[in-house]
Structures are given as structure tokens and as C-alpha cells.
């Protein structure tokens, strides 16, 4: 027992594991201090114990202990107009993470920063920052304009060299930058699962993005979250869509990256965009100027449905499914890419093979209502692909049991109006309390697969892969909750 801190019993085995509903869970440690923060009944004052929350976040921090399983514990349905102080404490292993969550019932915790970012992880003297969770919280720029933030306006901040951290479960909405993973040195292990990522925008000619990702990420993990409406404001002076503004964008060095079983939607450009390769799958992108952009290294871009490519803006015609360059190796393979948008009759292709490919395969991917098909895709092994352009569907060689399948026809089946507004409503309320598994992926992408007679598409989950053999402690544990030819070099490597 640790003062006034509720303690534990003791217990066999600690963890962290992936359950089957595909929750992280993670079971506190005997002498794990659990810090309990009310806005609404806590007083700055109080032990922090469960019956006498502290108030401020602010307290909650220096309670904290570094190097040890340390859990601060928000109040549902409590609101905080602070921002949270930097996080500058490791768990003390990948089985004992430290932990910033919830308690009770209700909404999520909401921390309301102003123009101020949400929370920084990293941790002081330069230290290696490792195992550290944040989970079941909610983030929100309430008082940014667009103009009177800094590059500190953003959701959840990752800036230190380390391993193993873990962002679930979390609304993060309206800052600069939603997501920043710029570490110092090498971070690997990052995990952002699960959460709902939006309408991150800058009104001042900087750079907004729903994730960002540094040269020094390394085996970032982006798993079944929803990002909508990432780098533009509708309405607001300065804020519309520009080529430098994206939902995920990972720059020159960074590697290891994987992105699945995401719904990535209406970005300013890019939906992913990755400088340094990676594996892109099964995710579904729709209204997005260019869907996915991998290049360097080599790249993975298979059974992911993309739909809708549109044009940045009023003046720039794009509507790319899938671009690749200056890859060893580029694998496209079983994508769907289907009704293009776009105003133009040059750029929007459905998959553009850049310079500097080595080689690789392009296979069994279909195109449908989409102005051009493939384009200088020769150094790729090509099979099995499905091309019907916009100008051919009156006599396409395929028959497809409903290839005029988009997301709003399919929030129509759920029985909701015929709108993908209505959809992105719906996925936006995402959350461990309120998971509906027909807002995934997985079920819409599987969905327009069935149109063009395409089996279904399973996700599978990868996090936490640490942890996957290890049992829960068999006394406690806990689930947490909760020009029209523009170039595309003009833009590809900004």
C-alpha cells in the first residue's frame, strides 16, 4: 500500500493482451498506484483514491512515480479545460505500462485544451520514453481558430526516443495536428488502435495533419481507426484543402509502418501517405484527392477498397487511387478502386507507377467507372486485374453482382438514409462502449467486395504482438474502455 492509494491484492501473472473482442486489456499491478481525477467532485487536496478524487490534472501528475505501473484514472463525463501536463513517466515494462484512462460510467473524460495541445509524451533529460498507454479519453482543440495555435497544437504528441506505446480507444478532434509521432530517436512499437481521429485543420498556411509520423518512427502500427475530414475547414478563410495536408503522412526515414483495417476519408490530399514504404491494407478510403502514396524502401498495398477519388479543391483535378515510386518492391495486389469523381481527364488514375520501381506485382486488383486504369505499370508482373473505365461501362467484359456500391449505398442497407455523411456520422461514434462492428472496414469494405463479386476481406488485429501468449492474472484484471495536368511530382514529395 502506497499512502492513501487503493492497492491491489497480490497477484500471479501480470499482462497486457489482446482480447477477443480486440481490446487491448491490461491488468494493474499489485503496487500499481491508481490515481483517480474528478473535475466535478475532486478536490486538489484529496488522496486521489477512488472515494476522494483529486481535481486538476495538473495534481494528478505529480502523483505519478517514473518506472513504475502507475495508472491516472479520469472521471466519465468529467470535463477538464486544461491541457494535460507533459508525460514524462515510463511503465516499468511492456507487461507493466503506465496508464492514463477512465473510471465510471458514461461519456469519455473530456480534456477541452483551448488553443493548447492535448498532451506531450516525452520524457525530460532526453530519457528513453517506454510503455505507456493512453486509452478511453477525449481530446479536443475547443478554443483553436485556425490561427492561434503553434506546432503544439495537437491531440496526443509523441516526442521522445523509447518503445511500446499504445493510443486506443481516444476521440481526437479539431487540432493542427491530431496525432504527432516526432520522436528524437528511434520510437518503435507505437500502437494507435481504435480511435476516432477528425477534422484536424490550420488556417495560417501551416501544416495540419490527422497523424503525423517523423523519420525516427519506426513499426508504427495504425489499426481500425476512423480518420475523417483531416487537414480542412469547410467555411473558414485560409483553411480550405492544399497539397500540404493529409490524414496520414509519414516522413523520409521513418519505417516499418502498417495501416489496416482503417476507414480513411475526405482528406485534404492524401489519405496515406508514407516516404518510407510500408504495408497498407484492408483499410477503406473514400473522397480522398489521392488514397494511398507509398514510396522508398519497398511497399504492400493490398485488399483495400477505395472509392470516390475527387480533385483537391476547385483547382487542382486529381482523383488517384494508388501512386507508388522509388521502390525495390511494390506489391498491389486484390484492391478494389472504384467511381472516380474527379472533374479531370489527365491525373486521376487508378494506379500511377512512378520512377524508380525495381519491380514487383500487380495483381488481381479491379477498377471500375474510373477515368484511366494502370499507367507505366510495365516493371510490374501483372495477372488476374479487372480494368472497366468510366468510358467502358456500358460494355464492360465483367459482370458484377452491383458494382454502383459506395458508402452511402451502403448506409442505405443499414437502413439510414443514402449518405455517406450519414455513414461517417455513424463511424464517428465509435468507441469500446458503443463498438458497432457495421462501422468498421472490414463489414463496408466487405460490402463493396460482394458488389463486384470479391470474397470477403478479413482484418486481422497485430496489437499488441508482444503480448499474445501471456494469460491475465488469474485474480485481478482490468479491460479498458473504454493546372488540370498538374505534375503529381509537384506535390508527391512535399
Known sequence: MFGSFESLEGRKLLSVSMGSDGWTKIAPSSDSKQIYVSSSSGNDSNPGTSAKPVKTLAKAKTMVRDLKPDWVLLKKGDSWHESFPDWVFSGRSAQEPTVITSYGS??????????????????????????????????????????????????????????????????????????VIDPDGSLTGMKVRRNVIVDAFNADGGRAQGIYGGGNADGTLIEENVLDHN??????????????????????????LVVRGNIITRSSLFGVMSRGGGVVENNVLARNPVGIQLGNGSATIQNNVILEGTDLGSTQQLGKGIEVYTLSRAVINKNVIAHDLSSGVYNNIAVNVRDGIGGGELKSNIVYDWQNGFKNAGKLSQSGNQVTLSSQLSKSAYHYADPSRTLAKYSASLGKSNSITTFLASARLQGKGTW???????????????????????????????????????????SLFGDSRIDSSAYALL
Not at 480542412?232 to 516499418?256: C, D, Q, R, V
Open 436 to 478: 458497432d462492428s457495421r462501422y468498421t472496414a472490414n463489414a463496408a469494405g466487405n460490402y463493396i467486395r460482394a458488389g463486384f463479386n470479391v470474397a470477403a476481406s478479413k482484418v486481422a488485429s497485430l496489437a499488441p504482438t508482444a503480448a499474445r501468449s501471456v494469460a491475465l492474472s488469474t485474480s485481478v484484471s482490468a
Open 231 to 256: 487537414g480542412w475547414k469547410e467555411g473558414l478563410k485560409g483553411a480550405g484543402p492544399t497539397m500540404f495536408n493529409h490524414s496520414i503522412y509519414f516522413n523520409t526515414g521513418s519505417s516499418g
Open 106 to 179: 458514461g461519456t469519455r473524460p473530456k480534456v477541452l485544451t483551448g488553443s493548447k495541445g492535448g498532451i506531450t509524451i516525452a520524457q525530460k533529460y532526453s530519457n528513453p520514453l517506454n510503455h505507456v498507454a493512453v486509452i478511453g479519453l477525449y481530446f479536443k482543440a475547443d478554443g483553436y481558430d485556425g490561427w492561434n495555435g503553434t506546432t503544439k497544437t495537437a491531440g496526443i504528441r509523441v516526442m521522445r526516443k523509447g518503445s511500446d506505446v499504445l493510443l486506443e480507444d481516444n476521440y481526437i478532434e479539431g487540432f493542427k495536428d491530431n496525432v
